[in-house]
């Protein structure tokens, strides 16, 4: 690992100027970029506002939108103003999330995902070329929009949150990054295969795809205690974010502990 990035855990108590001098920090020791969450808590953007005014070189990217909570063209906006503020280092990264976010927490009907990312993602590069975008697809409808100003570059990257096979090929198809999650070494390897597969359908070189992983890390003089953190982390997603992250675990040869993450959540 080269080059490294952080992601930012928003909330928990954490003072905001405690992660502004985190960022900062991670800026000055030669970082790559930092990615904000947005889940339940802090909205994603404000954050990176506020840290595009307070660093110089650190990319800042969205770790990750849900493609369901903004338009396509309020995507587009965001991006082109974030990228406009920072100086051109933003990083849109998108994701479906899952239903019980999508649909049980913003009331959105939770269809088609792969579909509506697809979409969403060739609206936003049309209104980021300074293209009027008129499209006419199955999940959106978009006349005559078009931004009021030109961002920085006209092609900001893409990365997609992607796991399930069908999304891992979108990404290779259509994005400029992968930012996989909760991968072992081994799966990691499997998983990019259908990056490949994607990119190489839609007649694209896969080395043009980044590969940006979440990798959860402590420092701590008591080991135990990291370890403690992650298995809590990691059993919240598998046994209480929908079916996506257990089904990850199971593809990824731990079939026997996701079931069991599943047994003990069902029995509270």
């Not at 080269?2 to 905001?16: D, H, K």
């Not at 849109?92 to 976010?101: F, Q």
């Not at 990798?215 to 135990?224: F, H, Q, R, V």
């Amino acid at each position: 690992m080269r080059r490294l990035g952080v992601t930012l855990q928003l909330g928990n108590g954490v003072p905001r100027g405690e992660l502004i001098e985190l960022v900062r920090l991670a800026e000055e020791r030669g970082y790559e970029a930092v990615f904000v969450p947005e889940s339940w808590g802090y909205d994603a953007i404000t954050t990176l506002t506020e840290l595009a005014v307070q660093t110089r070189r650190i990319k800042i990217g969205t770790g990750i939108l849900p493609v369901w909570s903004r338009s396509p063209a309020l995507l587009a906006m965001t991006a082109a103003s974030l990228d406009d503020l920072s100086g051109g280092r933003f990083i849109l990264g998108l994701g479906i999330s899952g239903p019980v976010v999508i649909q049980d927490w913003h009331g959105v009907p939770f269809e088609r995902s792969i579909q509506r990312t697809r979409e969403a993602i060739a609206i936003i590069r049309l209104a980021l070329a300074g293209d009027r975008v008129t499209h006419d697809g199955e999940i959106f409808r978009v006349q005559r929009f078009r931004l009021e100003f030109d961002p920085p570059r006209p092609r900001i990257p893409i990365y997609l949150a992607s796991i399930g096979p069908k999304n891992l090929q979108l990404t290779g198809e259509v994005a400029d990054g992968w930012l996989p999650i909760y991968c072992s070494p081994e799966s990691l390897v499997l998983m990019r295969q259908e990056v490949v597969v994607g990119a190489q359908a839609a007649g694209r070189d896969p080395a043009v795809v980044e590969v940006a992983p979440y990798i959860l890390a402590c420092l701590s003089e008591d080991s135990e205690a990291g370890r403690r953190l992650a298995r809590s982390h990691l059993a919240y997603y598998i046994g209480g974010m929908g079916t996506f992250y257990f089904n990850l675990m199971q593809r990824s040869g731990f079939g026997p502990e996701a079931e069991a993450i599943g047994r003990g959540r069902r029995n509270r």
